[in-house]
């Protein structure tokens, strides 16, 4: 992937660079024009791997017109190698002499190191000619090979008059390489030039790469059915960042599951979650379902490779468990928090890979990949049991540790589960929107138990039946609140099991799966219709009345689409004009990021502010936003439900 300034510059700053398999390489790529940069005045990106950026450069001394007297162009395209074109074009009445160079440094840093704003490991020349320039660098893992070879890092070949290497720039710490072209434009006349930059390998360790190929759901697109052109461009951006963001395991690897042999599924974002994410490749592969059920399988059988089969407390491990996120190596946070590779520090990931294999049966009941991953369906629930035993009232939890993630649900800031106070809960905690994954899960996969194994899973499939209706009862006992904000179920249960108040946006993943009935289901809906939750352009995490509501917090009182578009889906067998509504309200805020979705956005309200206000280092594109698109486009009529293929059930 590529981040730049939204002028296409790229300067040694916050995530700006050029990345692979979790690592940046190239950290700058600045064009100037006789020693000054141009003025770029539109970035616009054309598709998922392709951007333009447009602007003007005047030189001093020009011709007595006011008006910029050079265009300048830059068309940067991502494949199987980086291809940029820059176009200079002299609109004055002159002949000019330029002197156009491109800035070039290495930097090779982890995705972890980048986002807490370290350095990373400068890159040192080491092939210099008139059309090439190569770095290299050692690295503490690459220094114990046996034969202790250079790491290249990037090559970037255009043809130039001359090739420099020269010192800092920009308080970088990386040595500066210089391509320097003489220019000489007659009016009208424009001059081109070409970089390729070529990455190296990723890292060993790093299991995942692109697939071949276009994704299934490009070549039979969704079609919206509607005059709303602000859907068309919304479903069709979203649909070319999910192609973007596939990964696949490496094809020298068996295949986790036979049949599947690509495992195809969604990295979670770019630019700082660019692999594998239980949570998030199951909730993506999940809205997907109504186009498209390859990618569900390949999430599928992709986890189940790495379903936990141990015990082991350093990274969450435990049988039957679903990992949370994949990584080319351990990932420091800052000073206080640190994740292994493998990481199961997730309590629904679990519950989410059961559902979804529920949901992909229910599609196609005699698919053999169904049959294939029955083993780690029985291990998943196997781990239900064992984790939902461990409390008291018999529901799931999780306790957080030092090091790790705050908190294991979606919500993972250490901000993200609070009373209404703003005090912390404490663990063991037990999330609300959980119990209700856990309750659709036993239910869904009873029922898929007892069709594909028939009379020998009878008493398993009855057990979890009733497993279920406990959970149920006991849910209504324990974790609804009667207090000034209204009459909800509270966002948690801290260690003494004392509910965690104040109105959030958890509340709304109840709708789907069974757990309330219809009576307290619409006690929910008009509570998250209310003014501390709707921001009219989506459901805030936490309510605005919350003394701990902040409208830019991470979980705190921001809006994440792909948390609105988990409410929409919940409302469509419910009520459908007010999933339509909130369907509305997140298609609206799209216009602002150029009809894309970004992974969250401030919480303010369409009252205060005419559009979305964003949220500084907000990822886009991010999976499961993306997918957000399907589920609008089905609130919106875009889908007819005769034609879907499967989905998102109500369940209730």
Not at 69 to 79: G, N, Y
Not at 122 to 137: A, C, K, M, N
Not at 361 to 375: S, T
Not at 582 to 600: Q, T, V
Request: charged share 25%; with cysteine; hydrophobic share 40%.
């Amino acid at each position: 992937m590529a981040v730049s300034a939204r002028d296409g510059q790229i300067r040694s700053s916050g995530a700006q660079g050029y990345y692979l398999g979790d690592h940046r390489s190239l950290s700058r790529l600045v064009l100037t024009i006789d020693g000054h940069e141009p003025v770029m005045l539109s970035g616009l990106l054309r598709n998922a791997n392709r951007a333009l950026f447009v602007g003007h450069w005047a030189p001093d001394g020009s011709s007595g017109t006011t008006e910029p007297q050079f265009v300048v162009r830059r068309s940067r395209e991502l494949t199987d190698e980086i291809r940029e074109q820059i176009e200079i074009k002299n609109c004055d009445r002159d002949t000019w002499q330029l002197r156009v160079s491109v800035e070039i440094a290495c930097e090779y840093a982890d995705i972890a190191e980048v986002k807490a704003g370290t350095r990373g490991l400068p890159g040192t020349v080491h092939e210099v000619h008139d059309d090439v320039l190569g770095w290299y660098s050692y690295r503490e893992a690459i220094d114990r090979d046996e034969h202790e070879t250079p790491r290249t890092l990037v090559h970037t070949m255009p043809r130039a008059d001359s090739v420099s290497v020269d010192g800092q720039a920009d308080g970088a710490a990386a040595v500066v390489g210089r391509f320097t072209w003489n220019v000489q434009l007659k009016p009208a006349e424009s001059w081109t030039a070409i970089l390729t930059t070529q990455q190296p390998e990723p890292p060993k360790q790093f299991p995942f790469q692109r697939p071949r190929g276009a994704a299934s759901w490009l070549r039979a697109p969704l079609v919206p059915r509607g005059d709303s052109s602000a859907l068309d461009r919304l479903v069709e951006n979203s649909l070319a960042d999910l192609d973007a963001l596939r990964l696949t395991t490496s094809r020298r690897e068996e295949p986790a599951v036979p049949g599947l042999t690509e495992g195809e599924f969604a990295a979670a974002g770019a630019p700082w979650f660019l692999t594998l994410f239980g949570r998030d490749s199951l909730w993506t592969a999940r809205m997907l379902l109504p186009i498209d059920r390859g990618l569900a399988l390949g999430t599928l059988a992709t986890l189940s490779r790495y379903q936990g089969d141990k015990h082991d407390g350093h990274n969450e491990e435990r049988p039957g468990k679903i990992p949370h996120e994949l990584r080319a190596g351990e990932t420091n946070h800052g000073d206080t928090l640190s994740l292994p590779p493998v990481y199961y520090g997730s309590v629904d990931s679990t519950l989410l890979f059961i559902i979804l294999m529920v949901e992909s049966w229910r599609q196609d009941k005699e698919h053999e990949a169904i049959k294939a991953l029955l083993p780690a369906l029985h291990s998943a629930l196997n781990w239900l049991e064992w984790q939902s035993a461990d409390h008291e009232l018999g529901f799931v939890t999780y306790q957080p540790k030092p090091g790790q993630l705050s908190h294991q649900g979606w919500k993972d800031s250490p901000e993200a589960v609070t009373f209404a106070s703003g005090q912390p809960a404490d663990g063991p905690i037990a999330l609300c929107e959980v119990q209700a994954y856990a309750y659709e899960a036993a239910m869904g996969a009873a029922d898929l138990l007892e069709y594909v194994e028939g009379p020998a899973a009878a008493a398993r499939a009855s057990g979890w039946r009733e497993w279920a209706a406990r959970l149920k009862s006991r849910f209504r006992e324990a974790f609804w609140v009667e207090d000034a904000y209204g009459h909800y179920p509270a966002i948690a249960l801290d260690r003494d099991s004392i509910k965690v108040d104040g109105p959030s946006s958890n509340i709304g993943h109840l709708l789907s799966g069974g757990l309330l009935d219809d009576d307290e289901a619409q006690e929910v809906i008009e509570l998250l219709f209310a003014d501390g939750l709707n921001s009219q352009w989506g459901v805030r995490t936490r309510s605005e009345e919350l003394v701990s509501y902040n409208p830019f917090g991470y979980h705190c009182g921001s809006v994440w689409p792909h948390d609105t578009a988990i409410t929409i889906s919940g409302l469509l067998g419910r009520d459908r004009q007010r999933a339509e509504t909130l369907a509305r309200g997140l298609l609206d805020a799209s216009a602002a990021f150029g009809f894309r979705l970004p992974e969250l956005f401030a919480g303010i309200s369409r009252k205060e502010s005419p559009q979305p206000v964003p949220v500084r280092a907000a990822c886009m594109p991010q999976a499961w936003a993306s997918a957000s698109a399907i589920v609008i486009a089905q609130a919106l009529g875009a889908l007819d439900d005769n034609d879907s293929r499967g989905g998102m059930r109500d369940g209730g």
